[in-house]
């Protein structure tokens, strides 16, 4: 086998950008290791599902009153156990979990970091061979070292976000994570079961041809985004339009693939639900950060998504992210 010295792992990289930092500490390093673990158990089961009894509901309804997937459940395992006994995590938040999990011990008392994830977002198109996703947010805590961490370091807004990132488990399996420097991309070498660098300093075209947005909810939403939709349906010379639609229903995959060809997604708040369907700490934050740092942007319809306050651990906020050129096309629609 002819080694190729090109090849840069995960590790490799994260080590390389901290030393580039004086002072740091190369808690962040271990901490997405970690996460690069863990993701790479979830991507064994995921590669079987089919093949063993990991299809399916787990029997029980989450904290969102949605059905738990047994693969849900196995990915928020993974997760939980790879942060718990690593050396950079206080405590973490996630999906399937009413409360946060404060580690305790003096190794985690003494970390810098919190995660929050959806260890398994798109659950949904598990059972139909669909790509998913897991999407994570890593903060700094408020609290002070030493002592255990609490719901505080959780709920602050996005712009104090250190790293945020997602896995898309797809026709190959990619580990993208952003800090303030950049936007990287790590595929999964299945022959040596590493993330390597694929997709280096990646940044958001500032005009795409893809729009993406649940159709089915047309009629309720509001006008503003109606007219919106309208401006992607028309042929317009100086948007580039008509664009084209594209909706997965993993917004992890949805999310990746305009990153990378430029494109807007869109979960807008409809008359049923005004607040829409996406949690504002472990899918959009994540997702705002990674967009903006690629030259994007993303809102809530009313105010950038990284300002917002967060008041509860699971609440919800209509979403708005994308290319910066249709990004402020789509403003100029709702401020109208
Ligand atoms: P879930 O993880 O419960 O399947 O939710 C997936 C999320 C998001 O990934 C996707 O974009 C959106 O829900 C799809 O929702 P709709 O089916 O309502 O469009």
Redesign the pocket.
């Known amino acids: 086998m002819v080694i190729n010295r090109q090849v840069l792992t995960l590790d490799e990289f994260t080590i390389q950008q901290y030393r580039n930092f004086p002072g740091a500490t190369g808690e962040l390093s271990s901490l997405l290791r970690d996460i690069g673990l863990a993701a790479k158990r979830v991507n064994v089961e995921v590669n079987k599902a089919g093949l063993v009894d990991i299809l399916g509901d787990a029997g029980s309804v989450n904290v969102?009153g949605?059905e738990v997937k047994k693969l849900d459940v196995f990915a928020n395992d993974q997760f939980t156990g790879v942060l718990k006994h690593g050396i950079s995590c206080a405590g973490i938040a996630s999906?399937e979990l009413d409360d946060i999990i404060v580690f305790d011990d003096e190794v985690s008392n003494n970390s810098k970091y919190v995660c929050m994830y959806?260890p398994?977002?798109?659950?949904?198109?598990i059972d139909v061979n669909v790509s998913i996703g897991t999407i994570f947010a890593v903060f700094r805590r408020v609290t002070k070292k030493g002592e255990p961490c609490a719901v505080q370091d959780f709920l602050q807004k996005g712009i104090n976000m250190v790293a945020a990132g997602y896995v898309i488990y797809g026709s190959s399996t990619m580990l993208v994570y952003a800090t303030r420097r950049g936007v990287n991309g790590f595929t999964l070498d299945p022959s040596i079961g590493e993330f390597t660098l694929s997709h280096p300093d990646i940044k958001c075209p500032d005009l795409g041809k893809i729009y993406s947005v649940?159709h089915?909810?047309f009629f309720q939403y509001s006008e503003e985004v109606r007219k919106y939709i309208n401006v992607c349906q028309n042929k317009n010379k100086s948007n580039g339009g008509p664009y084209t639609q594209r909706?997965?229903?993993?917004?992890?995959a949805?999310v990746h693939r305009n990153l990378i060809k430029g494109g807007i997604?869109m979960?807008p708040g409809t008359t049923d639900k005004p607040n829409g369907?996406?949690r504002l700490l472990y899918?959009c934050n994540p997702f705002a950060f990674i967009i903006e740092v690629a030259g994007g942007k993303a809102t809530n319809g009313k105010e950038r998504v990284l300002d917002l306050q967060p008041t509860e651990l699971h609440q919800r906020t209509p979403f708005f992210v994308g290319s910066k050129l249709m990004m402020e096309e789509l403003e100029k629609c709702l401020e109208s």
């Open positions: 969102q949605e999906e959806d398994l977002d798109g659950s949904a198109n649940n089915g909810n909706y997965i229903g993993s917004m992890v949805d997604f979960y369907k996406l899918e």
